[in-house]
């Protein structure tokens, strides 16, 4: 990878880690399918008139990138957060890395190189210390929806990958204008309140709320597309692990949480992980 792309890389999870604060602000002032709706739907306006069509040939690949994406990574993510913590949300999001170079291996031939794997590896273990500690059964079924929208999230990377490279435009705005439907859907079966939601909000919950249009939506998922379409998912994905260290630290600046030791250790075996997943394998020389 480039600097520019490690840049990049580095810039996505800290804005994704910095959008958990913002979601759960805003699940408590929008019902959370609905909070996540008005999203897409936002997205899709300012989007979809500026940027080109899909192709025939791109349609499909696009349409189950939304359903992955939009719908079950997001809808299962928003609404186990909205259940839970974000600390714990965050941690447990970070099954999407490993999952996307797992899938990419059969999927896209992308054998993860033994320095990847163990990079990887060290940056689950500090994964692990983040979370480790009392709590963990209590939030089971806030966390299972997370794994779950994990696994949906790596999903839709490899998609990405094996269809692309799209423009990261035009896939954020299609596949957000596709993705509309699937949540109103779910949020008009499982939630209420939703118009009154509307009138109710305060200042806090239509900035989060823009926040994850604009800085989180648009910026930071055209980065990500953007990654995928030019580097090897075994590159790119690790980078995902940075997410709950940017995530706690959102966290102790907004929500008043403690810098612990715990916190320190774990952010530094998660970074250092990532490191290592960017040195190049060696290449033996010839004779």
């Given at each position: 990878?480039?600097?520019?792309?490690?840049?990049?890389?580095?810039?996505?999870?800290?804005?994704?880690?910095?959008?958990?604060?913002?979601?759960?602000?805003?699940v408590t002032e929008f019902p959370p399918l609905f909070f996540l709706?008005?999203?897409?739907?936002?997205?899709?306006?300012?989007?979809?008139?500026?940027?080109?069509?899909?192709?025939?040939?791109?349609?499909?690949?696009?349409?189950?990138?939304?359903?992955?994406?939009?719908?079950?990574?997001?809808?299962?993510?928003?609404?186990?957060?909205?259940?839970?913590?974000?600390?714990?949300?965050?941690?447990?999001?970070?099954?999407?890395?490993?999952?996307?170079?797992?899938?990419?291996?059969?999927?896209?031939?992308?054998?993860?190189?033994?320095?990847?794997?163990?990079?990887?590896?060290?940056?689950?273990?500090?994964?692990?210390?983040?979370?480790?500690?009392?709590?963990?059964?209590?939030?089971?079924?806030?966390?299972?929806?997370?794994?779950?929208?994990?696994?949906?999230?790596?999903?839709?990377?490899?998609?990405?990958?094996?269809?692309?490279?799209?423009?990261?435009?035009?896939?954020?705005?299609?596949?957000?204008?596709?993705?509309?439907?699937?949540?109103?859907?779910?949020?008009?079966?499982?939630?209420?309140?939703?118009?009154?939601?509307?009138?109710?909000?305060?200042?806090?919950?239509?900035?989060?709320?823009?926040?994850?249009?604009?800085?989180?939506?648009?910026?930071?998922?055209?980065?990500?597309?953007?990654?995928?379409?030019?580097?090897?998912?075994?590159?790119?994905?690790?980078?995902?692990?940075?997410?709950?260290?940017?995530?706690?630290?959102?966290?102790?600046?907004?929500?008043?949480?403690?810098?612990?030791?715990?916190?320190?250790?774990?952010?530094?075996?998660?970074?250092?992980?990532?490191a290592i997943t960017q040195v190049k394998p060696r290449v033996a020389?010839?004779?």
């Amino acid at each position: 990878m480039s600097a520019i792309q490690i840049v990049c890389a580095v810039a996505v999870p800290l804005l994704w880690g910095y959008q958990f604060v913002a979601i759960k602000v805003g699940v408590t002032e929008f019902p959370p399918l609905f909070f996540l709706a008005i999203r897409f739907l936002a997205i899709a306006l300012l989007l979809v008139p500026v940027v080109k069509r899909p192709t025939r040939q791109q349609f499909s690949p696009i349409a189950a990138i939304s359903f992955f994406l939009g719908g079950l990574n997001f809808g299962l993510f928003y609404v186990g957060l909205g259940l839970g913590s974000g600390s714990m949300s965050a941690v447990a999001y970070q099954l999407a890395p490993p999952f996307t170079v797992l899938l990419a291996w059969p999927l896209l031939a992308e054998r993860p190189s033994l320095t990847t794997s163990a990079g990887v590896v060290l940056a689950f273990v500090g994964v692990v210390v983040l979370v480790a500690g009392p709590g963990l059964s209590a939030n089971a079924l806030p966390l299972l929806l997370v794994v779950g929208a994990a696994f949906a999230f790596a999903v839709s990377n490899v998609l990405t990958k094996r269809y692309g490279p799209f423009d990261p435009l035009m896939l954020m705005g299609w596949a957000s204008l596709l993705t509309v439907p699937q949540v109103m859907l779910m949020s008009l079966l499982l939630e209420h309140g939703q118009l009154a939601s509307l009138v109710t909000a305060d200042g806090r919950g239509w900035l989060a709320l823009a926040y994850t249009i604009f800085i989180g939506g648009i910026v930071g998922f055209s980065l990500w597309f953007w990654l995928i379409g030019r580097c090897s998912m075994g590159r790119v994905a690790p980078f995902g692990l940075l997410l709950p260290v940017f995530a706690l630290i959102s966290s102790v600046l907004f929500l008043g949480e403690r810098i612990t030791p715990k916190l320190i250790v774990g952010g530094l075996l998660a970074i250092s992980g990532v490191a290592i997943t960017q040195v190049k394998p060696r290449v033996a020389s010839q004779p």
